[in-house]
């Protein structure tokens, strides 16, 4: 369940904020969490963009059983008219699904998990430079082959997108982390160029290494969050 926001509205101050939370669909449905999700709606601040997503990245609990991708759906459908209740327009609900979910060759329809065009203003996606391998990248690939496919469904769709998870480890031959950098800027310029509303760099040690810990990958970062 999301944190109180008055446990966190002062680190955010001023930020756009991109909120994730999890709950039993079975839960949602049943009515049990009604009262604390619109009481934190409705406590969410009015001068501050706000995106908000329930269970972001569902696809793989729904393909080993944890729930239905139906369930799922009808979760969202009851969440965002508790949002919506909530009456703050700077409140966006948020469907966050994996960047794999939209290749061909996950057998996978993204609609699967979509409740519909009234329950979603903005679609997510987490795109990385091979998040999964033990080995890492052997490069750093160009943006369009990234993220031309989720841009494609997204303008398809008639919805906004944002980038939810983003990275990439370094590469063998990149010590100083300046082909990084190098990467990260065009990595900006095209989602800038595509109308992007927000993008977040997974800064973590999660299946290896994928902080900014040089200084050229710092300095890109900077530029492109600054506005440069």
Do not use: C
């Not at 949002?83 to 966050?96: G, Y």
């Not at 939209?102 to 998040?131: E, H």
């Amino acid at each position: 369940m999301p944190v109180e926001w008055s446990k966190r509205l002062p680190e955010l101050d001023g930020k756009t904020i991109l909120v994730s939370f999890r709950a039993e669909p079975a839960d949602v449905l049943a009515g049990n969490l009604d009262k604390a999700l619109l009481e934190w709606f409705e406590a969410a601040p009015a001068d501050q963009d706000v995106y908000w997503s329930y269970w972001h990245e569902p696809e793989p609990d729904i393909d080993s059983g944890k729930f239905t991708a139906a369930a799922y759906r009808e979760a969202w459908r009851h969440i965002a008219k508790l949002a919506a209740a909530a009456d703050n327009p700077r409140l966006h609900s948020t469907l966050i699904l994996m960047g794999w979910t939209v290749d061909p060759y996950s057998q996978r329809k993204w609609r699967t998990y979509y409740p519909g065009d009234a329950y979603i203003d903005v679609l997510g996606w987490d795109v990385y430079n091979d998040a999964h391998s033990v080995a890492g990248p052997s490069g750093y690939p160009s943006p369009t082959s990234l993220f031309d496919a989720v841009v494609r469904v997204s303008k398809a769709a008639g919805k906004p997108f944002g980038i939810a998870e983003t990275g990439s480890r370094l590469v063998p031959g990149d010590p100083s982390g300046t082909q990084r950098a190098a990467w990260l800027t065009n990595l900006g310029g095209y989602l800038k160029n595509n109308d992007a509303l927000f993008v977040a760099y997974w800064n973590s040690v999660d299946k290896g290494d994928f902080r900014l810990l040089d200084k050229p990958s710092q300095d890109a970062w900077r530029t492109l969050v600054e506005g440069g």
